[in-house]
Nanobody, 119 residues
Framework: QVQLVESGGGLVQAGGSLRLSCAAS????????MGWFRQAPGKERELLAG????????YYKDSVKGRFTISRDNAKNTVYLQMNSLKPEDTAVYYC????????????WGQGTQVTVSS
């Protein structure tokens, strides 16, 4: 089994940057596709970015493409989300997730970390 723990959330001003980390414990971390989701009050949870087993491929939602960068370090069992040029609409709880196949039903979820962007 894999456990995921997010960190790095907090309060930041618009235009600022933040880096989220997701540390995984368990076996075969490198076998999972990793991703970041977020959910704001009253909105559905949305997939922001995903990264392949080796980190060689990545996916980004259009609204964050060019501002956010996902990466992973399999030796450290950690996935990152670098967030630049943050906007107030980025305010949400951010979750990391792991899947071996589809994002419709990720195998594992983190507990979430709050990101708040002020004007």
């Amino acid at each position: 089994q894999v456990q995921l723990v997010e960190s790095g959330g907090g309060l930041v001003q618009a235009g600022g940057s933040l880096r989220l980390s997701c540390a995984a414990s368990g076996r075969a971390f490198s076998s999972y596709i990793m991703g970041w989701f977020r959910q704001a009050p009253g909105k559905e949870r949305e997939l922001l970015a995903g990264i392949g087993w080796s980190g060689g491929t990545a996916y980004y939602k259009d609204s964050v493409k060019g501002r956010f960068t996902i990466s992973r370090d399999n030796a450290k069992n950690t996935v990152y989300l670098q967030m630049n040029s943050l906007k107030p609409e980025d305010t949400a709880v951010y979750y990391c997730a792991a899947t071996r196949a589809t994002w419709s039903n990720p195998a594992y979820w983190g507990q979430g970390t709050q990101v708040t962007v002020s004007s």
